[in-house]
Nanobody, 121 residues
Framework: QVQIVESGGGSVHPGGSLRLSCTASGLPFSGYDWAWYRQAQGKSREVVAVRLSSGSTNYIDAVRGRFTISRDSTKDTVYLQMNNLRPDDTAVYYC???????????????WGKGTQVTVSS
């Protein structure tokens, strides 16, 4: 049984930092590309960052230079380091194992409950 658990969210002021963690069990961790998504209230879920199994990373323009996705295969954990946070980063953040092809990330149906990130002054 696949289990995805996100953690590390919280409330910070603009300019602050958070590191999100995503642990996974029940699947071959290293065999997937991994993505972080976010869903703001009233909006659709969007992919934020992708880490390919090759080690390459991709980011949406809104977070490039501020967020960093990484992976620790020894712990079956994916991280999202978020720096210089802004109010429009407020959302529930999810991670997902999937596959990336020609710039498009194809998610699987393995979703956790997400972790809330709130950025406000």
């Amino acid at each position: 049984q696949v289990q995805i658990v996100e953690s590390g969210g919280g409330s910070v002021h603009p300019g602050g930092s958070l590191r999100l963690s995503c642990t996974a069990s029940g699947l071959p961790f290293s065999g997937y590309d991994w993505a972080w998504y976010r869903q703001a209230q009233g909006k659709s879920r969007e992919v934020v960052a992708v880490r390919l199994s090759s080690g390459s990373t991709n980011y949406i323009d809104a977070v490039r230079g501020r967020f960093t996705i990484s992976r620790d295969s020894t712990k079956d954990t994916v991280y999202l380091q978020m720096n210089n946070l802004r109010p429009d980063d407020t959302a529930v953040y999810y991670c997902n194992p999937g596959a990336s092809h020609r710039g498009t990330f194809y998610n699987t149906d393995n979703w956790g409950k997400g972790t809330q990130v709130t950025v406000s002054s």
